[in-house]
């Protein structure tokens, strides 16, 4: 099993930043690759970043590229570093992973098949 906690939203105007962080717990031995994903009011949830294990290649949707950056320290913390945000990124943001679906995956397919999330954290941003 695996826990992940989302840390690091809230409110902020247009043109600010936000970094939010994804603390895993799994059992030691596992390493995943791992996702954020954001619902809007009234949307889907959909794909938002991705960063893989094994050499740190990047994924990002086409309207957050450029301002968001997803990095990550260790096998179990990820970060996503949301810079010139918009009303637009209002949303809240989930952290995904999965030992069996890549971070290319992820882009490519959205998150239907990945088995951990999340409760998710609210981002606001106010014009």
């Known amino acids: 099993q695996v826990q992940l906690v989302e840390s690091g939203g809230g409110l902020v105007q247009a043109g600010g930043s936000l970094r939010l962080s994804c603390a895993a717990s799994a059992r030691t031995g596992n390493i995943y690759d791992m996702g954020w994903f954001r619902q809007g009011p009234g949307q889907e949830r959909v794909f938002v970043a991705a960063i893989s294990w094994s050499r740190g290649v990047t994924y990002y949707a086409d309207s957050v590229k450029g301002r968001f950056t997803i990095s990550r320290t260790n096998a179990n913390t990820v970060y996503l570093q949301m810079n010139d945000l918009k009303p637009e990124d209002t949303a809240v943001y989930y952290c995904?992973?999965?030992?069996?679906?890549?971070?290319?995956?992820?882009?490519?397919?959205?998150?239907?098949?990945?088995?951990?999330w999340g409760k998710g954290t609210l981002v606001t941003v106010s014009s």
């Open positions: 995904a992973a999965d030992r069996f679906v890549s971070a290319q995956a992820m882009a490519a397919m959205g998150g239907e098949a990945i088995t951990y």
